[in-house]
């Protein structure tokens, strides 16, 4: 899990780490891996590739650390307070008790709302728009403004953005004029390990992207298998459980034991994404975003998903014509 960025963004006005530089990921250069979307498409089209924020994975995780101590003190003060009622002496020491008790566990209750704010009572999720026809990307930022950059304006590049999880990132950097002060920065949908395989796919899902807007939805379309059906609406109950249960795929027979307990874990946090889900709002592209970002009438690349999350061509018929369809998923990216 990789929450860097949640808690807090990076600091404005810095300056660009060497690592950074010698990472970079140039939007020009086409880099020989095969592009992988990760599940992150929300909508595509020939206009815009719409893409969910890296935390939309793990939605509800921090809801179960925030809530489950609030719900043990609340439990734990109820019963304090019964048993005090109860009582037929002793007030002054059972009165002494419960004020001891309120000074100690408000302060931790108001820690564990705070935290759980970060994850409920938000957005559901934060997208990313890439328009090609204007050569900009729209960022949906947490506190719900909206950062807008130009494409080629932006220095993309893999950086470690959680040393304690040791999770690297797709970062990308809104420059000064300078070319070397970071004035604000963003991340793409994937996040993974610093590990040969961790960064291979890491570059792969920036390839997807890259190659969108660089050559287009037919360079990548025919591997989108599932979008994201949040654009419009909340996921429902089985779509959060499948999004979850995602989490912990795996194609390797020796990593089934480690698999299956992962999925009973996230089987434990599929309440709290519940909430977490319920009590946010669907985040809303404000006017000059959207009056940018209109889809052609008969756009055969255009595609959504359904209440499944399963692939669906918005204009049928003149995908069916054009040949356009899903065609097969992308392989596991390996290490080169």
């Known amino acids: 899990m990789d929450f860097a960025g949640i808690f807090g963004g990076f600091p404005a006005n810095r300056a660009l780490p060497e690592s950074d530089k010698s990472h970079r990921l140039l939007q020009k250069n086409r880099l020989d891996v095969s592009p992988h979307y990760q599940l992150s498409v929300i909508e595509m089209n020939s206009t815009y590739l719409e893409s969910v924020d890296k935390w939309y994975g793990f939605r509800g995780f921090i809801t179960m650390v925030a809530l489950v101590p609030i719900i043990m003190f609340i439990a734990f ?13 002793g007030g002054e020491d059972d009165a002494f008790v419960l004020i001891f008790v309120a000074c100690l566990g408000l302060p ?4 564990a709302i705070w935290l759980m704010r970060r994850d409920s009572f938000v957005y559901t999720h934060y997208p990313i728009r890439f328009n090609r026809v ?19 304006k932006v220095f993309f590049t893999l950086a470690l953005a959680a040393p304690a999880s ?16 970071v004035q604000e920065t963003f991340f793409l949908s994937v996040s993974d390990s610093g590990t040969p395989d961790g960064l291979h796919l890491l570059r792969s899902h920036w390839e997807f992207v890259r190659r969108y807007m660089e050559e287009g939805p037919q360079s990548v379309t025919g591997q989108v298998q599932f979008c994201l059906p949040i654009a419009r609406q909340r996921e429902s109950f089985m779509f959060g459980v499948h999004r979850l249960m995602a989490n912990s795929s795996t194609t390797a027979l020796y990593l089934w034991p480690i698999m299956l307990m992962s999925m009973a874990f996230d089987l434990l946090v599929v309440p709290f994404r519940f909430i977490a889900m319920r009590t946010s709002k669907i985040p809303q592209w404000p006017k000059e975003v959207t009056a940018g970002s209109a889809v052609e009438a008969g756009d055969p690349y255009a595609i959504e998903g359904d209440r499944k999350g399963t692939r669906r061509a918005v204009f049928p018929e003149a995908a069916a014509a054009a040949g356009v369809r899903f065609v097969a998923p992308p392989a596991p990216p390996k290490s080169s």
Request: glycine residues 8%; positive net charge.
């Open 134 to 152: 204007t050569r900009t990307v729209h960022v949906f930022r947490r506190d719900g403004s909206v950062l807008t950059v130009p494409w080629n």
């Open 166 to 181: 040791q999770a690297w990132n797709i970062m990308g950097h809104v420059m000064n004029k300078d070319g070397n002060t």
């Open 77 to 89: 003060s109820v019963g304090m307070v019964n048993v005090t009622l109860n009582r037929t002496s």
């Open 108 to 111: 931790f209750v108001a820690a």
